[in-house]
């Protein structure tokens, strides 16, 4: 079974620019995931689409970071404009419905200079 | 919403038990108890859950305290493979989505 897939792998930006993050969750998977994680810290729940729905996105910076799921499959983070504070990893996850045990992928690493 | 606690760092010996602890004392009664860990560079993997009962699966058990304000994951033979990251996370069952990561402990594991 295929995992959930992200891309790119590695991003570096300049501060200002805008930049995108791509998920594919597995197959199956009504509710996704986006995550903030910083360099030593526990993931920070962005936002939570269940199918193309947002459930929760009480975290999300709305002044710079969007995310849409159309479709209730693939889904795009998008930050814009980057400030240095945004360098993270971006985790995105997947689970079955009403099912609480996510599946992460391996992450998207920002570097904002 | 409900904050995990945990501690920074712990070392075991290779095939020793290993008990993690995580205080979470504003848990509500609807949140369930989940552990992953996290290996360098990948994203977190399931370990276990649970509500109120101790649980057990292939990778390891969780004890969860009667006033479940606290849980330990017990690996019952630490290897090297299982030197990670593990969060506790608790995540509302109560038709709510809020779920929170603690900040982690780094196993170490000594040959």
């Known amino acids: ?113 | 919403d409900a904050k995990t606690t945990q501690p920074n760092s712990m070392e075991s010996n290779e095939e020793e038990p290993v008990h993690l602890p995580c205080n979470h004392s504003t848990i509500s009664g609807t949140d369930y108890i989940h552990w992953y860990r996290q290996l360098p560079s990948q994203g977190p993997e399931y370990v276990i859950h649970g509500l109120t009962s101790n649980v057990n699966n292939r990778m390891a058990s969780l004890a969860i305290a009667e006033d479940r304000k606290s849980s330990t994951l017990i690996l019952h033979r630490a290897t090297l493979r299982d030197a990670a990251v593990y969060y506790c996370m608790l995540y509302s069952g109560a038709g709510s989505y809020q779920l929170t990561f603690g900040k982690g402990t780094k196993l170490s594991v000594i040959p």
């Not at chain 1, 969750?25 to 689409?49: E, N």
């Not at chain 1, 975290?59 to 983070?77: C, H, I, M, N």
Request: net charge positive; glycine share 8%.
């Open chain 1, 1 to 113: 079974e295929a995992g959930v897939a992200q891309s790119p792998r590695y991003k570096i930006i300049e501060k200002r620019q805008s930049v995108a993050f791509w998920c594919n969750p597995i197959s199956g998977h009504a509710t996704l995931y986006w995550y903030q994680q910083i360099l030593g810290q526990g993931p920070k729940l962005l936002i939570q689409f269940q199918n193309n729905g947002v459930v929760d996105d009480s975290q999300l910076p709305k002044d710079r970071f969007s995310a849409e799921r159309l479709k209730g499959v693939d889904s795009t983070l998008k930050i814009q404009p980057a400030k240095l504070e945004d360098s993270a990893v971006y985790l995105c996850a997947s689970s079955f419905p009403f099912k609480r045990t996510q599946y992460f992928g391996p992450g998207t690493r920002l570097l904002v200079l």
